[in-house]
């Protein structure tokens, strides 16, 4: 049983080293998203998107209900959500930009794309331009906001 759990976690680790699927993790933070909304924030076609989602479903990692025609994703359970903040803290301070916990806490942005409501700390990219600092969801967000 001992090396059984670490094979799985190995497994589980693996479907996760993707940066999409992180980027997709990220997106789902607190909140149901449809594919179609995905695939706007993340600027990927829905082929890839999908693919993408069913490793995480493969995995438990995203779980999906259905509302009219359109399919829901959201975490399947919230230690997802923290186990990646954890690493993401530990890439902050290698990088020497170490953000404290009530800072994210109470910092409130809006990607101005999609007017998703997040954090400096939770946003999956940003973007400085004349000295104001852009906050987004998802790099298809953040791709669109470049291009206008």
């Known amino acids: 049983m001992y090396q059984k759990i670490f094979q799985q976690h190995a497994k589980l ?3 996760l080293s993707n940066s999409k699927r ?3 993790m990220q997106l789902l933070r607190g909140q149901s998203l449809s594919v179609s909304e995905m695939v706007k924030m993340l600027g990927l076609p829905q ?24 399919i829901y994703y959201h975490i ?30 109470l910092t409130v942005v809006v990607d101005p794309v999609c007017r998703m409501r997040l954090t400096p700390a939770s946003a999956a990219t940003s973007l400085v331009r004349d000295g104001k600092n852009y906050f987004f ?9 470049h291009k206008t």
């Open 22 to 24: 992180l980027e997709i």
């Open 13 to 15: 680790l693996k479907a």
């Open 47 to 70: 082929a890839n998107l999908s693919q993408h989602l069913m490793v995480l479903r493969q995995f438990k990692v995203v779980e999906t209900k259905r509302r009219g025609k359109e």
């Open 137 to 145: 969801c998802g790099s298809g967000c953040r791709n669109l906001f």
């Open 76 to 105: 399947k359970h919230k230690n997802f959500t923290k186990a990646a903040d954890l690493v993401r803290e530990v890439l902050f301070e290698r990088l020497g930009k170490k953000i404290t916990r009530a800072a994210e806490q």
